[in-house]
């Protein structure tokens, strides 16, 4: 046995109201009748309600004339306007200098925010409207980037700055509360929800022909609506102010005809290849359809361009693969040849659809099958397969109702509830300015927490689904404390050295100063501090630094004044070593160095005459008695204050001090015994001889170098 269910359909549009009675027998849909009236007055304006009373007046109309027939109706699949949809694109940027990597829910945050701003954007052009009194039906993101560049993925990523932008769609709240405002009035309750868009796609375009980047129109009377696919979705939706209607005024001008015989003028353009129409001074008149065709054909170039530009903007500036044409605005002549052209399309790529081309549906011999009943049916299959349900929750203990046509999440709620997410971020900490080394630097505070979000008392995410009567809180989330640095943060890790001085390990650490005062690398830095930040670099640095001045001290060149002039002598300077080779005071110090010092030497007399290179002493080698004997003479006279130096005295630095040198003159015989002790013979008379070379002599006898030289004693006799 078959199972056969009636669904009672009404699509209420612009300029009239469809009513539709639908039959479905397992799975396969006929349409058993449908019944078309106008409105009486402009009762509808851009898809919302404008005067309940008179579009209940035809709703009724049109029950009543079905109810004849089909027998009692109480309940009505209806559908939003696809034109009352609003689609605005934002960007929301966001400063990451310095935060970690970013995640998931850093990214939906900023999504959300730019969904936000669009929600905005569409209540902007209602007055005293309030941005969640749109509902967000959908939204895609059209570029991520970073630092300007566009990126595809910003997870994980690291920058100055990440922005989204986005589009979205929204539907007025106020929309789908006065449609059920008109039902009631006319004792019918909703049954199941959908929208215009939604409905003739699902019957026009199956889940799996989504994939493909398809563009539907559902050409009316006042507007064009427009739906695109891609990637196994619905993208975007759309509307332009543009239709049937103005083909309609077209005519009306040309052939100066009233609106409603313009109407039907254009009507027979689809039927005859000639009409005859009387104007409004009562001229009857026959014309070609050729000749009306030519004549409308700015008003088609203006509907094709507005649809053609509408469409590239919802599909991110590049035409779809293919457009379908439905409604009875798309009947137009020419229109798509003309679509085609202007989306830089084949011409076998936009083709009108009708009702032969929705499949699992009969149609009884009474019903037409144009392309004006396929959002009708549409919305009477969609509404019954997939109906649309609102869904209430609670935020911060606020209801909230949202209209499901997608998978509601944490973050729909949160739109919905007008809380914005920028609001509810912890504001980044007050930053210090500081003063270095007389740099002026900013240390920023720190960076907020994000909100705390719950979802039935258990921690959620914002893209966390949510079900009826869901309960959701969020909490503020912790704002930035103030910087918490130390001064030695502000150092050059390598600025520290592991040393080794005189045998003893060191950590050279910078000289900080704060504020004039001495300080220490652990200090935490305050605001409006002024820092001075010394570093231990070189050798005299070192010594200045860590209680070697002594050592600093004797590597100064050794100095003396020698006849009032200043004299240097490095030789007897203490000596610094890196690593056992001498080094400058200038010389670098670098991690593990082992400094170590070889002390100043104090001079003699002797030692400073030997480095001028002054004589000493003058002197002979001469034989006395068959011994060797080195006769000498002072060569220079030395004093220091006026007090004669030896050649073992020490000379100190700053010592001022005196060199004559003397002229050393001949050797006398007498000389000798300046070197040598001459002892009497016991057995002498106290007489002697004086021999030089064997040859008597005297005392005063000028002797040279390499002389023999004898005293002979006469022995006395007994």
């Not at 990451?96 to 905005?120: F, T």
């Not at 969640?132 to 895609?140: I, R």
């Not at 015989?261 to 009507?267: I, M």
């Not at 137009?332 to 790529?349: C, D, F, G, I, M």
């Amino acid at each position: 046995m078959k199972k056969k269910q009636k669904i009672f359909a009404l699509d209420i549009g612009t300029r009239s109201v469809v009513g539709i009675i639908l039959e479905e027998i397992d799975g396969i849909f006929q349409v058993s009748d449908i019944l078309i009236e106008e409105h009486k007055k402009r009762a509808m304006l851009d898809g919302q309600i404008h005067d309940v009373p008179a579009v209940a007046e035809v709703i009724s109309s049109i029950k009543g004339q079905l109810e004849k027939k089909h027998g009692p109706l109480h309940k009505v699949c209806v559908a939003a306007a696809g034109r009352a949809l609003k689609t605005e694109t934002a960007l929301s940027t966001s400063t990451i200098k310095g935060k970690p990597l970013l995640r998931k829910n850093d990214i939906l945050h900023l999504e959300l925010s730019a969904v936000q701003q669009a929600q905005a954007l569409a209540a902007e052009h209602q007055e005293n409207a309030k941005g969640y009194h749109y509902y967000c039906v959908g939204y895609s993101v059209l570029f991520y980037r970073l630092d300007g560049e566009e990126i595809g993925s910003l997870i994980d990523q690291q920058g100055d700055e990440a922005s989204v932008e986005i589009i979205a769609t929204f539907l007025p709240r106020v929309v789908v509360e006065s449609l059920i405002a008109a039902l009631n009035r006319a004792d019918l309750e909703m049954e199941a929800l959908t929208l215009e868009p939604i409905a003739a796609i699902n019957v026009l375009i199956p889940e799996s022909m989504r994939r493909l980047n398809v563009a539907l129109v559902d050409i009316g009377a006042g507007t064009s609506d427009i739906a695109i696919t891609n990637m196994g979705t619905v993208i975007a939706y759309g509307m332009v102010p543009t239709a049937g209607d103005e083909i309609t005024e077209s005519i009306s001008n040309e052939l100066l005809l009233d609106f409603p015989l313009a109407e039907q003028a254009k009507r027979q353009l689809h039927s005859s290849g000639e009409m005859t129409v009387t104007d409004i001074l009562g001229f009857e008149t026959s014309v070609t359809t050729q000749e009306v065709i030519e004549k409308i054909s700015p008003a088609v170039d203006r509907l094709s361009g507005e649809i053609s530009k509408e469409i590239l903007r919802l599909n991110n500036g590049k035409p779809p693969q293919a457009v379908m044409l439905v409604g009875g605005g798309s009947l137009t002549p020419e229109l798509p040849q003309r679509l085609a052209s202007s989306l830089e399309l084949p011409h076998n790529r936009v083709a009108v659809r009708g009702v032969d081309a929705i499949q699992n549906v009969t149609l009884s011999d009474e019903v037409t099958k144009g392309p004006e009943l396929v959002t009708p049916i549409g919305i009477a299959i969609a509404a019954k397969q997939a109906p649309v349900q609102y869904v209430t929750a609670y935020v911060n203990d606020q209801p909230v109702r949202l209209f499901e046509v997608k998978d509601l999440t944490v973050g729909d709620c949160i739109l919905a509830a007008g809380l914005k997410l920028t609001k509810w971020h912890g504001t980044p900490g007050r930053g210090y300015f500081v003063n270095v080394n007389g740099q002026d630097i900013t240390l920023p505070g720190g960076h907020g927490e994000p909100p705390l979000i719950e979802k039935n008392g258990q921690p959620g995410a914002l893209d966390q689904p949510i079900q009826n009567h869901d309960r959701i809180t969020v909490q503020k989330g912790k704002d930035g404390s103030s910087p918490h640095v130390t001064i030695g943060e502000l150092v050059d890790t390598s600025s520290s050295k592991q040393i080794v001085i005189d045998g003893n390990p060191y950590l050279l650490t910078p000289l900080v100063f704060r504020n004039n005062q001495t300080g220490s690398v652990d200090e935490f830095i305050q605001d409006r501090d002024v820092i001075r930040i010394q570093l231990i670099d070189t050798l005299m640095d070192l010594l200045t630094h860590t209680g070697y001045l002594h050592w600093l001290e004797s590597t100064k060149p050794f100095r003396i004044s020698i006849n009032g002039v200043d004299t240097f002598f490095p030789a007897y300077s203490g000596k610094l070593f890196i690593h056992g080779v001498e080094a400058k005071l200038s010389a670098k110090i670098q991690e593990g160095d082992i400094i170590s010092f070889k002390s100043a030497v104090t001079p003699t007399v002797k030692d400073l005459l030997i480095k001028k290179q002054i004589n000493m002493e003058a002197g002979i080698r001469i034989t006395f008695n068959g011994e060797e004997v080195f006769l000498k003479k002072e060569g220079s006279r030395i004093t220091r204050n006026g007090s004669k130096l030896e050649m073992d005295d020490q000379v100190f630095h700053g010592d001022s001090i005196d060199i004559a040198e003397l002229q050393a003159g001949s050797f006398i015989f007498q000389d000798l015994f300046n070197e040598v002790e001459i002892n009497m013979p016991p057995h002498s008379n106290g007489n002697f001889v004086l021999l030089k070379n064997g040859m008597e002599t005297t005392f005063y006898e000028e002797i040279q170098q390499g002389d023999e030289l004898e005293i002979v004693w006469p022995q006395t006799t007994s």
